[in-house]
Structures are given as C-alpha cells and as structure tokens.
C-alpha cells in the first residue's frame, strides 16, 4: 500500500513517515528541495519535488496512491494543496487525512470530538478549513481530521520553551512559567501520534470523522514548568497572562494560555489506540533534550 504524505521532513511528519515504512507502506513524500528530497529518501520515502517540472500532477500522485496525509497544513498553502489534490480523491473511497489541532475547541477539561469548536484567532483558520473538507458532500470523499494536542517528544515541539527559555543572566537559572501555570495542557508524544495516523491510514473502511490525539496526563503548566527547572536546578517565576502576550507575542500566548484536558476515547475505541509513550512531565524531568533512552538521540539506556 502506498501513502502520499507531506511535511515528512517536519516534527510531527517526519515521526509519520518512520512509522509508516516500519509498517511497510510506500510513502511519497512531497517536498520543496533537493536536501529534504535527500532527507525522505534516506529514511526509505519516495520524494517527489512538486516545485520541478513532472508529467505527474499532485492530484495524479494522490490517485496513485491508497490515502494522503497532510501533516504540514499551513494557513497561506492549505487552499492550493486541497485544490490540487483532491481531483485524485474523488469518488475513490480513498482517505484525506487532515492535521488539525485540539486548540480548535478552546477551553476545557473533558474535551471530545463533539464539543463545540471555540478557536482562538490564532487557529480560527484550521477550524475552517477543517469544517469546509467534513461539510464538502463530493462523491467518495473520505476526511478525517486529526485533531492533537500538543505534541511533544525527541527534544522538540512546542515544550522546548521549558528549555529554550531559561535564563541565565542572574547567578541562578530562572525559568518564566506560561501565565501563572495553572492551566492544563493537553498533549501527546509524537510517536503515539504517528501510531494514530498509521490506524487511520490501515482501517478497512473511512467515513468523514475527527480523532481527538492527546493521553490521559492530567498536567499543569505549572507541574511542568517545575519539572523542567528541577532538571536545570533552576527557579519558575509566574507570570501574568499579559507578560506571557508581551513575551511570546498574543497569537502563541492566546493558544498556550488555554486550558485543555481531553479524551481521545473515539480512537481508542474504533481503532484500538493507545498511547505508550512517556508522560511530558517526565521527559522534562529527564531534561527533556537528553532523555534517556531514546534512540532519536543517541541517549544511554
């Protein structure tokens, strides 16, 4: 079986892309030079530069292909790349599987796939387009949207703000919390994640559908901000949602300040996905940028 995929050389695709060759799936990867060509193709991808000249169209790959995955949505690309390929996908029963974010449904600690959407400006954008590919009734159109938290793991995502931005000025290290901490971060390994999308990507039959992906840690931003200090002997300083928009800028801190805990229960039942990974925290408190064990980096069991 076959698989067009793209963002393979980004956090969440490349973790997509090692999962699906070890599930022994053909994968094209569409990629913008020839270093990430290089990149896919040494990790067993078939790279396809969609800036060169090709008797093959992107909607030709697609229709080549058993399913697309579309890990690098993008607010200024997603019109165009939806418009190429979805020519390829019609009335062939073929899965779109579209990257979207649990940020979409705001606020909240018992989030499903039906709670209502709630989108902070920031991802206003992902919600729409989301909601334009489930409401479109073209023939033999198959969307699913993946809707995860956030995505941590191998030292990078979005948590390494816990190592990135410790200062170092003072005698002490200081690390300045997100907000006061108290809000709740929904996340998942990227590992974990990239299990879903293989689920997803090998079920037998496709209906138009959202999968949350998150686990089940129930963490602060305050829990975590500690264990990341505890492994650089460093203090958390709190601080107000107005220095967080100041320091982060307002479109980061509108989706980071949320608080978010939700149940990935439709995956885990329809599809039989778990989530195995080490907690978040706990990478933190292992250093997070040298956890051990991990063979993406060379750590020492």
Same mark, same amino acid.
């Given at each position: 079986? &076959?698989?067009?995929?793209?963002?393979?050389? @980004?956090?969440?695709?490349?973790?997509?892309?090692?999962?699906?060759?070890?599930?022994?799936?053909?994968?094209?990867?569409? $990629?913008?030079d020839q270093d990430d060509a290089d990149q896919v193709r040494a990790a067993g991808a078939d790279p396809f530069l969609a800036s060169e000249e090709d008797t093959r169209t992107i909607s030709e790959l697609a229709l080549e292909s058993d399913g697309v995955i579309h890990t690098a949505t993008s607010r200024a690309d997603d019109a165009d790349f939806i418009a190429a390929v979805m020519p390829g996908l019609l009335t062939s029963d073929k899965p779109f599987v579209y990257t979207s974010s649990l940020w979409t449904y705001g606020s909240g600690l *018992?989030?499903?796939?039906?709670?209502?959407?709630?989108?902070? /400006?920031? $991802?206003?954008?992902? *919600?729409?387009?989301?909601?334009?590919?489930?409401?479109?009734?073209?023939?033999?159109?198959?969307? =699913?949207?993946?809707?995860?938290?956030?995505?941590?793991?191998?030292?990078?995502?979005?948590?390494? !703000?816990?190592?990135?931005?410790?200062?170092?000025?003072?005698? %002490?290290?200081?690390?300045?919390?997100?907000?006061?901490? &108290?809000?709740?971060?929904?996340? =998942?390994?990227? *590992?974990?994640?990239? *299990?879903?999308? =293989?689920?997803?990507?090998?079920?037998?039959?496709?209906?138009?559908?959202?999968?949350?992906? /998150?686990?089940?840690?129930? %963490?602060?931003?305050?829990?975590?901000?500690?264990?990341? /200090? &505890?492994?650089?002997?460093?203090?958390?300083? /709190?601080?107000?949602?107005?220095?967080?928009?100041?320091?982060?800028?307002?479109?980061?801190?509108? $989706?980071?300040?949320? #608080?978010?805990?939700?149940?990935?229960?439709?995956?885990?039942? !329809?599809?039989?996905?778990?989530?195995?990974?080490?907690?978040? !925290?706990?990478?933190?408190?292992?250093?997070?940028?040298?956890?051990?064990? #991990?063979?993406?980096? @060379?750590?020492?069991?």
């Amino acid at each position: 079986m &076959s698989v067009l995929l793209t963002g393979a050389t @980004g956090f969440i695709g490349q973790a997509v892309l090692t999962a699906l060759v070890a599930a022994g799936y053909r994968v094209t990867a569409l $990629v913008d030079d020839q270093d990430d060509a290089d990149q896919v193709r040494a990790a067993g991808a078939d790279p396809f530069l969609a800036s060169e000249e090709d008797t093959r169209t992107i909607s030709e790959l697609a229709l080549e292909s058993d399913g697309v995955i579309h890990t690098a949505t993008s607010r200024a690309d997603d019109a165009d790349f939806i418009a190429a390929v979805m020519p390829g996908l019609l009335t062939s029963d073929k899965p779109f599987v579209y990257t979207s974010s649990l940020w979409t449904y705001g606020s909240g600690l *018992d989030l499903t796939e039906e709670s209502p959407a709630a989108p902070p /400006a920031a $991802v206003a954008w992902m *919600d729409e387009t989301a909601r334009r590919l489930l409401a479109d009734d073209s023939e033999g159109m198959r969307v =699913v949207v993946v809707a995860p938290g956030i995505v941590y793991g191998h030292g990078q995502g979005i948590p390494r !703000r816990f190592v990135d931005d410790l200062d170092r000025s003072g005698q %002490e290290p200081v690390l300045p919390s997100i907000g006061d901490g &108290s809000q709740h971060w929904a996340t =998942v390994h990227v *590992d974990d994640l990239a *299990d879903l999308y =293989v689920r997803i990507i090998g079920a037998e039959s496709h209906q138009k559908d959202v999968y949350i992906a /998150a686990s089940e840690a129930d %963490e602060t931003v305050a829990e975590l901000a500690a264990a990341a /200090a &505890s492994a650089a002997g460093a203090t958390v300083r /709190a601080e107000s949602a107005e220095e967080t928009g100041e320091r982060l800028g307002a479109a980061l801190a509108g $989706v980071l300040l949320l #608080d978010q805990h939700a149940r990935a229960d439709r995956a885990k039942d !329809r599809l039989g996905w778990r989530t195995t990974r080490p907690a978040l !925290r706990d990478e933190l408190r292992a250093g997070y940028l040298d956890v051990p064990g #991990d063979p993406l980096l @060379g750590s020492p069991a």
